[in-house]
C-alpha cells in the first residue's frame, strides 16, 4: 500500500515499559498518532472509550472482521481484541505517523499487510529485571507471573524479526533512541 505516512508497530513483552516509553514519547513528539484498539471486554471504571480502546460488542467486532475492517486481531478469555483498520489508513493518508503498540502476532499480520512499517521491539535490560518488574506490579499471582515469564521469553525470541530492538534501561535513553529510528525512516 502506497501513503505518505508511516505505520510504527511497536511490541515488546508485559512490564518491559512500553506504556511509560510512548507517554514520554508523545510528550516529545505531539505530532504521533496513538492508535487506538477495539475490544470486547466490559469498560473498566478509568477508561475512556476511544482513548483507552473502543468497547464494541462481540456482534459489532465479528462483523468488522468479516467486512475487512479488522487488521488483526486475537481472543484472550472470551474477548476479542484488534486493529480497526478505517484509522489507519485514513491516517496514512493523511501523512501522519502512527504508533501501534501491539504484540508480536499481530504485528507479524500488519507487517504482511503495510510492507513499509518500521518495527520496534523493546527489550528490558535482563530477564531479571523484567522479572522484578512484573513483580513489582503486584497485578499477578504466582502462576499467572510464570505464565507471564514464558510468554515473554516467546516474545523475546521473536524480536529478530524486528527492524529496530531497543533496551529499555533508561526510558530518556529508549526514548531518544526511538526518535531517532522515527527521525530516519
Do not use: C
Amino acid at each position: 500500500m502506497n501513503s505518505k505516512g508511516r505505520l510504527i508497530l511497536f511490541s515488546g513483552p508485559s512490564g518491559v515499559g512500553k506504556d511509560t516509553l510512548l507517554e514520554l514519547l508523545y510528550k516529545k513528539r505531539p505530532d504521533l498518532v496513538h492508535s487506538v484498539s477495539a475490544t470486547t471486554r466490559n469498560r473498566r471504571e478509568n477508561e475512556i472509550h476511544g482513548k483507552d480502546y473502543y468497547f464494541i460488542s462481540k456482534e459489532d467486532f465479528e462483523l468488522m472482521i468479516q467486512s475487512g475492517n479488522i487488521l488483526e486481531y486475537t481472543q484472550y478469555g472470551v474477548n476479542l481484541y484488534g486493529t480497526p483498520k478505517r484509522p489507519i489508513d485514513d491516517w496514512l493518508a493523511e501523512g501522519k505517523t502512527i504508533i501501534l503498540k501491539i504484540e508480536v502476532h499481530g504485528a507479524k499480520q500488519i507487517k504482511k499487510l503495510y510492507k513499509n512499517a518500521v518495527s520496534i521491539f523493546i527489550l528490558p535490560p535482563s530477564i531479571e529485571v523484567l522479572e522484578q518488574r512484573l513483580r513489582k506490579r503486584g497485578t499477578e499471582n504466582e502462576a499467572d507471573l510464570k505464565k507471564r515469564m514464558e510468554i515473554a521469553l516467546s516474545e523475546i525470541e521473536k524480536s529478530k524479526d524486528y527492524d529496530y530492538v531497543i533496551y529499555n534501561d533508561n526510558l530518556e535513553t529508549a526514548v531518544d533512541e526511538i526518535i531517532g529510528i522515527l527521525n530516519k525512516n
